[in-house]
């Protein structure tokens, strides 16, 4: 049976057959429709009316807020963004080569889900394809190369690159950048110039398709410094090239206005290197546990306390374990030093945002190549790399987890995980659908005491543009809308005046640094209602907050809604009477 295996591997149809092995197990994408972002992204490239103050245009299809406080102020007054988020908020992203992948979807399907996630899945067999071309170039035997494709093909962490329409900008841009990786590989071995052309051309689209794609330069230096065949200076002026792609790319982003700032949560590597240090120290080892082992990084954004921390803890476990079998194998063979230090950097850019999964396709590529690698030596018995007692002693166990998480619970946990992700957005879009709105709702500000996150409410209006129904005059969010569901106090301290103070404050940190905090008597005009923070954490973050409403809170004008998780939608609520304070329990 193995000699059978390893036959099937070696040959150069086992690639057509990972990339139908993983357009089979992530198919359940095409019945699952529009997710989250999908929905805003809708609207923009309809060019419908906007209905939180953004701009609706393909153009603007990745471009959250572009640090203008006027257009900030609209997207607040709307309800989209919550009241604290930061006047010059910049989150803004330039790829161009994704957008217009979506705008040939509204041309030729503009109402067919199926046809859309259909081109997402062949962007994701096309990258499958491209790997595995890569690992056939780069491993031996080539049984090992055909087993390398096999695990990033199946690998669970790319379920929301290959099943949510906003997230194909990944593929997009891994199939891109692996092709200038091959291409360079070609140059570099046969010297003809036009594979350096079709490699620049590769990194050029790669990085128009996503910011990631400065990935592909991790590979690229990991080649020039492990496996390139040239002399030393040879080396390093092929790297020229792409630093200067890389350099021109750089300056016409920030030309054209994008990048972030203003956010605690995500941070830019050129312009704020000291916070994305920060963020690289506490977001790697999570995002290396994720590729490697399980949880999801994902997890990191919703446990509780020190539970992030924890995950931190066993990503850090989980390398040492790593380096104590792999460093041994490096020391005998260059091709392990290229994986690992390709892996490595490239998770570099992945730390700039919270982690997540859909953020390691470009780390994949070097994880899949050394445990197909690693598994090749335990399969052949090669012990000369283990000469160590410590890698000897853990390898059995090692083999065992690796297998049992990489190829046993891989295959299915990958369309789990995109229907998963699925059901999250179809329970919103029901709450969305199902809210007891009155017919003249378009007149109406909607207030939501609580909900189990942001997306229930930063999406209300926009989901219901995109269906057709009538869309709130304004919305408003009194609870703190963290990424988990917590309980607050609301009480009424007068006719006009609502004080609410959430379990933990108001933690959600997308939208606001940690350089820009609040202080006791800090307001916030809203319009209608004006926020006043009586209390803040000692990290600056608002405590408990009075709303101030221009009239009565009993007004008609406002409709208050309340989010029953028994019956996974929202209800309506009436204000506690003065002096009363209620409590809202999530999970009622």
Avoid at 70 to 90: A, K, M, N
Avoid at 402 to 416: E, F, G, Q
Avoid at 506 to 516: E, G
Wanted: net charge neutral; aromatic share 10%.
């Amino acid at each position: 049976m193995a000699h059978r295996i390893r036959t099937g591997l070696s040959r150069r149809g086992s690639i057509g057959v990972a990339v139908a092995l993983a357009l089979v197990l992530a198919a359940p994408s095409l019945m699952t429709g529009y997710q989250l972002d999908d929905w805003l992204q809708h609207l923009k490239l309809s060019g419908e009316t906007a209905v939180m103050g953004a701009e609706t245009s393909p153009s603007a299809m990745f471009r959250l807020a572009d640090g203008e406080p006027s257009q900030t102020r609209q997207l607040v007054e709307s309800g989209f963004l919550p009241w604290w988020t930061q006047d010059t908020l910049r989150v803004s992203f330039w790829r161009p080569i994704t957008v217009l992948t979506h705008v040939l979807d509204h041309r030729l399907w503009p109402d067919s889900y199926f046809m859309m996630h259909m081109h997402s899945l062949l962007w994701f067999g096309a990258a499958v394809a491209m790997a595995g071309l890569m690992y056939r170039r780069l491993l031996a035997p080539a049984w090992a190369a055909g087993l390398a494709a096999l695990l990033f093909a199946i690998d669970d962490a790319h379920a929301m690159p290959a099943g949510w329409l906003a997230s194909r900008n990944a593929t997009i841009a891994l199939f891109w950048g692996l092709l200038a990786l091959w291409s360079h590989m070609r140059w570099r071995e046969e010297g003809r110039n036009e594979w350096l052309t079709l490699s620049v051309f590769g990194l050029v689209l790669s990085l128009l398709a996503k910011e990631e794609g400065i990935s592909t330069c991790a590979y690229l230096f990991a080649y020039a410094v492990f496996l390139d065949p040239g002399r030393l200076v040879s080396r390093a002026v092929s790297l020229l090239p792409y630093a200067g792609t890389v350099l021109v790319w750089r300056l016409v982003y920030q030309g054209f206005g994008h990048g972030i700032a203003g956010s605690a949560s995500c941070s830019d590597p050129v312009s704020s290197p000291g916070p994305f240090a920060l963020h690289a120290l506490q977001r790697a080892p999570v995002l290396f546990l994720g590729q490697w082992g399980l949880p999801p990084s994902d997890l990191h954004l919703v446990l509780p306390g020190g539970g992030p921390w924890l995950l931190w803890a066993a990503g850090v476990l989980l390398l040492l374990v790593l380096a104590v079998v792999f460093v041994p194998m490096a020391r005998y063979d260059a091709r392990i030093r290229f994986w690992a230090v390709g892996m490595g950097l490239s998770l570099l850019p992945a730390c700039a945002v919270f982690p997540s999964d859909r953020l390691l396709m470009w780390p994949g590529i070097g994880a899949c190549g050394l445990l197909a690698q690693y598994l090749h030596a335990r399969a052949e018995r090669r012990e000369i790399w283990s000469r160590a007692g410590a890698a000897r002693a853990l390898a059995p166990l090692l083999t065992f987890v690796l297998v049992t998480v990489h190829i046993v619970l891989a295959p299915l946990l990958l369309p789990m995980r995109i229907l998963a992700f699925a059901t999250l957005g179809d329970i919103i879009e029901e709450s969305v659908v199902t809210a007891p709105l009155p017919d003249d709702a378009g007149n109406k500000t909607v207030i939501f005491v609580n909900a189990p996150n942001v997306y229930f409410t930063s999406y209300f209006p926009v989901i219901r543009q995109a269906l057709g129904l009538p869309v709130p005059d304004r919305i408003r969010t009194l609870s703190a809308n963290a990424p988990l569901p917590q309980p607050h106090d609301i009480a009424r301290a007068n006719q006009k005046t609502l004080r609410v103070t959430p379990r933990g404050g108001f933690s959600w940190r997308l939208v606001r640094d940690n350089a820009h905090p609040f202080a006791p008597g800090d307001t916030v005009d809203l319009g209608d209602i004006t926020v006043e923070i009586t209390a803040v954490t000692r990290q600056g973050r608002p405590k408990e907050v009075e709303y101030h409403f221009d009239t009565s809170v009993d007004d008609p004008r406002y409709v208050w809604l309340v989010y029953k998780a028994s019956q996974g939608q929202f209800a309506p609520f009436l204000p506690p009477p003065l002096g009363q304070v209620f409590t809202t329990d999530p999970y009622l």
